[in-house]
């Protein structure tokens, strides 16, 4: 039968982890999809590089955008990342002649995932991304597919495997954060410039993914982000102490005739709810809904064999002439704006940095009342001489209040820097 | 646009669950599907019975096969269960009509799949099971489709609610089996004859499903099945303290060139293997390939709501045009027999209750030395006056052996009934 011919822009680990991948699995694939899968062209930076596999007989492009245009292709894969430029306009490209594309560029369908959804419609064609959102886990077709008969009204999860890591090493070290951050980018685990991920951004790509496929496309300025550089060794105790882990959660919940409640933040989740257990370099995505209740699946988000997995899996999807809406509904939807957090309620662990002397704790809890936000739980460590952690958890509250209160509690004499506020999310259980 | 006809057969929860399902979400079903998704025709056993939703306007078919030959419908939904009689007569009808197949029936698709693989194929139309494995969890998706592009050394899990309820309710209450089971049953999570579950035949059909589908099917008698019946409450004791879990897993590897392995048996799991935290009623599904890495996926794994789920979640497949081959791979395969576990090497847990004086230990370790079965751990725990229970570790070796010694230990005077051998599946960490 017609082999499936395949243009690949982007040769890095990926790009060339799907050619490796191809080519292992080249008799499986083609049963699995009905036809052969073959790569035919590519695109990169540079021709000459070695990249450890033969380029011998596939058609080279200098430009990207040459290689969508290419009328010998049926499918192009774009990996070179980016939300703008030449990614965005190969994918254009594509599209806009009726081509396919599979991609694996979170930023891209996170920022211009509903203009190309329509792009995509428009020319009666698709765009499908599942190795975008938590690498070789199937989390895009969980949701569009395996839960196509549910209104969920929660999905999620832990969504950045650098952020995950850097957590556990310091839950388990008993170090902090900078110290970690420096051994995980030695090791490799963390980019020199580690912000996208230690600041909640590339998990915040992969949430509004997976809240555009579970309910509605969102405009990714609205969505609230906070990554963990202000997590400490203290909290990771407090935390284990009051039966919780920290984790850098992306969840997005669909309240009944409410915007979007949509987030990146550390939060505290209970050490007993699935996605507690999911520890190192792994990554999880969480589901609700009525019907199917609670799902959770966990794995490898990154790296060069789940992520080409990941690829390969939609190009079988295409392979079997599989028809599949970008969002998962038929509908092509505008991009909404995320809710405001301030009237959410929940309970929320609040850690300060006091001095260690008498009255500081009728200081804290009168400040705490003069903001209406009730405390079932306080605990205090050690720190350095004459100073010490304080833990607080507040009864349900609503958003808006507790950042008001740590705002008074920060005024006060005896506290040293910013409180640490974290969301508990007890939900997750 | 013009809907997708259902012939539903079977009216009891799940039945049930799907038309009430349908008719909550069916703005969204039609969405996503493309298509209106409707029930336009049913048979049950009884006509009468109020089942809380109103049948009015569906035609009524007294037998299931005469469903199946409705030339008015566009797929045909079988609920009815049991491996033989009016299922599979009703299965075969409308796939021998070339009418695409949903069913919920686990024991169907195990016994039979093979055949009824062929028959789809032949009459090119298919055979969708998303319900039959794991209730709402989309394990058979995530298999099949997900990991399209995977050649996959392992698939399995925890795989009936029954006994992982039981398993952990022993755990933690310290009780028995019988009285949990007897709890479990007054409680509606366990059958008032529980041989299907306790003895591990549920499991074994979900396993053989989900080998026919990442493997090749097999013949599902050939393949080794034992139950949770002979766990105590010591044995949860000893397996909390060797810092592991019992859950009865199934499992299934292809090793290179090899015949499968796949078994069903309770297994000691390390506590921080992701399935071990996986208790009460909840499945869980696992798998591991080169490019993918361990990926396990946990939800509801039975009851109305995530049942209904699945299957709805097959028909918006349908609706959509997805040309979906049975079990994965374009060809139809003949079953083949699963492998010996003689020569399967492995760590193994053996638990003896036995008269505790003095020469009892000596004999045992010489009975295990006689059968070149190693052991690296040992502990006693007192049970009733005069009697003690000993769990021993073994290091890897064959299975054969094992039993070998274990029947040699069960010869001694010092030893009461049978000992209990429990597979130790350290490769889930």
């Known amino acids: 039968m017609k082999p499936l011919r395949i243009g690949l822009a982007g040769l890095g680990t990926v790009g060339v982890g799907v050619i490796k991948l191809l080519r292992a699995h080249a008799e499986e694939l083609s049963a699995r999809g009905g036809r052969p899968v073959e790569v035919v062209a590519v695109s990169a930076r540079s021709r000459d590089r070695d990249r450890g596999i033969s380029l011998d007989g596939l058609r080279w492009h200098d430009d990207p955008v040459s290689l969508a ?58 765009l499908l991304f599942e190795a975008a959102v938590a690498g070789g886990i ?63 951004w590339d998990a915040a790509h992969k949430l509004a993914i997976l809240a555009g496929i579970a309910f509605n496309p969102i405009r990714f300025e609205s969505l609230p982000v906070e ?61 609700s809904g009525p019907f199917s209740g609670p799902i959770t699946i966990s794995g490898r988000g990154a790296g060069e064999g789940p992520t080409a997995s990941a ?64 405390v079932h739980f306080v605990s205090q460590h050690e720190a350095a001489s004459g100073r010490a952690y304080v833990a607080l958890v507040t009864h349900g509250v609503a958003e808006s209040a507790v950042r008001e209160a740590a705002k008074g509690l920060a005024a006060l004499p005896a506290v040293n820097g910013e409180p640490l506020v974290l969301k508990i999310e007890d939900s997750l259980r």
Chains 1, 2 share one sequence.
């Open 69 to 126: 245009q290419d009328t010998e292709i049926d499918v192009a894969v774009e990996l070179i990342g980016g939300s703008e430029g030449p990614a965005r306009l190969m994918v254009e490209a594509a599209l806009g002649r009726g081509i396919p594309v599979v991609t694996a560029n979170k930023a891209l369908v996170a920022l211009h995932g509903s203009a190309l959804a329509r792009l995509a419609a428009d020319n009666n064609t698709t």
């Open 227 to 287: 990554g963990i550089r202000n997590v400490t060794a203290a909290d990771l105790r407090f935390a284990t102490e009051l039966g919780y882990r920290i984790k850098l959660l992306g969840l997005a919940r669909q309240h009944e005739g409410k915007a979007l409640e949509a987030w990146v933040r550390p939060c505290m989740v209970p050490v007993v709810a699935p996605i507690a257990g999911v520890e190192g370099v792994f990554n999880a995505v969480t589901t």
């Open 138 to 200: 199937p989390a895009i077709k969980l949701v569009r597919e395996g839960l196509a008969a549910e209104r969920l009204d929660r999905v999620g999860g832990i969504l950045n495997g650098t952020c995950n890591y850097i957590l556990t090493e310091m839950r388990t070290s008993g170090r902090d954060f900078s110290d970690v951050l420096a051994e995980a980018q030695e090791k490799g685990y963390a980019e020199a410039e580690p912000s996208t991920d230690v600041d909640g």
């Open 311 to 374: 690829v390969v899996a939609d190009l079988i999807d295409l392979a079997r002439g599989a028809s599949l809406p970008v969002w998962g509904v038929g509908a092509v939807s505008d991009a909404v704006e995320c809710g405001s957090l301030a009237d959410v309620e929940s309970a929320f662990y609040i850690r300060l940095d006091v001095a260690d002397r008498s009255g500081t704790m009728a200081d804290l809890t009168s400040v705490l009342r003069d903001h209406d936000v009730s």
